[in-house]
């Protein structure tokens, strides 16, 4: 079993910078991948970025490319998600998933969640 606690979610401006954190714990040696999402109420939980803890391939929803980077601290079991450039549309509940499935297609393990909110 895998746990996750996300953390660096606030109020911003527009323009405005945030990081967030997702700190891993439990059998974390063999996830094969870890992700950011996003949910807005009413709407479904939309991906925003994923790393492959094996090689660090990654990948961005195109809403997000050239703004967000995500990352991963392998020694520390956790994964950020840089947001630069943030927008109102950017507002969201952002969950970290964690799986073993390499390919990313799989997310077995969520976070509770950390509110992001520009104005």
């Known amino acids: 079993h895998v746990q996750l606690v996300e953390s660096g979610g606030e109020s911003v401006q527009a323009g405005g910078s945030l990081r967030l954190s997702c700190v891993a714990s439990g059998a974390t040696q063999d996830i094969g991948c870890m992700g950011w999402f996003r949910q807005v109420p009413g709407l479904e939980r939309e991906g925003v970025a994923n790393?492959?803890?094996?090689?660090?391939?990654?990948y961005y929803a195109d809403s997000v490319k050239g703004r967000f980077t995500i990352s991963q601290d392998n020694a520390k079991n956790t994964v950020y998600l840089q947001m630069n450039s943030l927008k109102p549309e950017d507002t969201a509940m952002y969950y970290c998933g964690a799986g073993y499935d390499g390919s990313c297609a799989d997310f077995a393990y969520w976070g509770q969640g950390t509110q992001v909110t520009v104005s």
């Open positions: 790393i492959r803890t094996g090689g660090g391939s990654t």
